[in-house]
Each structure stands twice: as C-alpha cells, then as structure tokens.
C-alpha cells in the first residue's frame, strides 16, 4: 500500500508526462535512481504523449521505483484478463497501455486491499466509461489519481470532505456527483489499509 506521499509523486509523475514536461516528471525520481535507471525506465526522457505508451513492466517499473512498492507485472497480467478488463481496456498505444490506463491500473492496486476486483470495477466504472476512448469519462483518470493523492493527505474526517472536494473537481471543469462519491470511497480504503499496516508495525513491536 502506497503512502500519501508516493501516490502524490505518482500522480505528478503521470501528469508531467501527460502534458510532456518530461524533465520535471524525471525530476521526482530520487538522484541514484536517475544515474541508473532500470532498464525499463532507461528510454523515459523520449515519451511522447501521442507516440508512446507504457508496457506493463514499464507501468510496474515506474511505480515501483517512484514509492518503493512491489507492484506485480503478473498481478497486472491477471488483471487484464479477468473482469476489470472492462475498466483497464485493451492496449491503446500499440501493444502498450497509455498513462490514463497506467492511473487506472495504479488506483486498481491501492483498492484491493479493501474491496474485491468486482466490486473495484464497478466502482470505478461510475466515472470512467468505454475503455477504448477517454471523451466519455466522468473525469480523466490521471486528473481524479491526482484528486485522490491530494486528499489522501488529509486527517480530516471524510464525511466532511464533499464541499472541498467538489470545489477541486469543479477547478478541474467537472460537476458529476459520483466523481465526490468513488473520491470518498477510495480514500475510505485508502485510510482503512493505512490504520491496519499501522495496527500491524504496532503489534510486531510487542509479539
């Protein structure tokens, strides 16, 4: 389970890439991981928005390297062959996943932790619709992985969060009421997986 901050490093790394600021997304990889890139990640500094996409163990590498995770290419693999194909898609870019594909797949594996691929498919699939295009979507699913990031940071109660989070989505150009909704849910999970691994460190200290 990844920590606020790394989601946040994620998602920025995703939207730099997306608007092809490259440097700055190579920027938030720590400095001894930039003089040696996995060789996953070596060609990172030439993608292109419209010419490239992310082979699964690229989707993987660049989780992985940004937050320490250990994200699986087999998890991924399984994935796009069981029902959340429906929310992941096919390839887009070639044989290659595009970023938005990435998020979706990144915001995949921080809710199995709480809830089942079942019930993660239908719940992402009340903002993100045909996998095979992005204009009939909610909200882009980089946009709502950086939406995410920004509140998984907060400790204020998440009942409470629906007027700020609805001023965000709207500065992002978006009114739907169930992009407030799977917000919600997501960080429910989010915070439920975060207070067990702490529950978890707390008891190995004294068995």
């Known amino acids: 389970m990844r920590d606020a901050t790394s ?28 003089e040696h890139f996995p060789k996953e990640l070596r060609k990172i500094h030439l993608f292109h928005i ?4 992310l082979s699964i163990n690229q989707i993987v590498a660049l989780a992985n390297t ?13 994935w796009t062959k069981r029902e959340v194909r429906k929310i992941i898609g096919v390839p887009r870019v070639g044989k290659k996943y595009s970023l938005q ?6 915001l995949l594996d921080d809710l199995k932790h709480l809830f089942s691929l079942e019930e993660t498919s239908s ?19 980089i946009d709502f992985y950086r939406l995410y990031a920004e509140y998984a940071k907060s400790t204020s109660p998440i009942d ?6 609805k001023r965000s989505i709207e500065k992002m150009g978006h009114t ?5 909704h799977v917000l919600k849910l997501c960080l429910y999970a989010h915070r439920v997986t975060t207070l067990e691994l702490e529950a978890k460190h707390y008891l190995n200290r004294f068995i």
């Open 7 to 34: 989601i946040q490093t994620l998602a920025d790394c995703l939207h730099y890439m997306q608007v092809g600021d490259v440097d700055r997304a190579i920027a938030l990889f720590p400095e001894e991981v930039r």
């Open 50 to 53: 419209e010419k490239n996409g």
């Open 66 to 78: 940004l937050t320490g995770e250990h994200l699986s290419a087999t998890t991924i693999q399984n």
């Open 101 to 106: 594909q990435a998020a979706i797949i990144y």
């Open 123 to 141: 719940l992402l699939a009340l903002i993100f619709n045909n996998p095979d295009r992005d204009e009939d979507d909610l909200i882009s699913p």
């Open 160 to 165: 409470l969060l629906d007027t700020r989070a």
């Open 176 to 180: 739907h009421q169930n992009i407030v």
